[in-house]
Nanobody
Framework: QVQLVESGGGLVQAGGSLRLSCAVS????????MGWFRQAPGKQREFVAR???????NYADSVKGRFTISRDNAKNTVYMQMNSLKPEDTAVYYC????????WGQGTQVTVSS
């Protein structure tokens, strides 16, 4: 059974940093494209960043230059380093694994105060 468990969210002041982690159980990690999405109150879930199994990355324009996605295949974990956080980054952040099926974590809250 595949499970994705996010951690690392919290409350931070504008300009601060957080590092999100997503640990994946099951055998799919090394063959999956891993992604981060977020959903702010009253808004649709939106793409933030993704990393392929080969390590290629892409980012939403709103986070380019501030967020960095990475993966550790030995630990079955994907990370997202978030720097220079802004109040508009406040959302629930979800980890996503895309192999032949799509899997989601339960989300972790990130709140950025002004």
């Amino acid at each position: 059974q595949v499970q994705l468990v996010e951690s690392g969210g919290g409350l931070v002041q504008a300009g601060g940093s957080l590092r999100l982690s997503c640990a994946v159980s099951g055998s799919i990690f090394s063959s999956s494209t891993m992604g981060w999405f977020r959903q702010a109150p009253g808004k649709q879930r939106e793409f933030v960043a993704r990393i392929t199994r080969a390590g290629s990355t892409n980012y939403a324009d709103s986070v380019k230059g501030r967020f960095t996605i990475s993966r550790d295949n030995a630990k079955n974990t994907v990370y997202m380093q978030m720097n220079s956080l802004k109040p508009e980054d406040t959302a629930v952040y979800y980890c996503n694994a895309n192999e032949r099926s799509v899997y989601w974590g339960q989300g972790t809250q990130v709140t950025v105060s002004s």
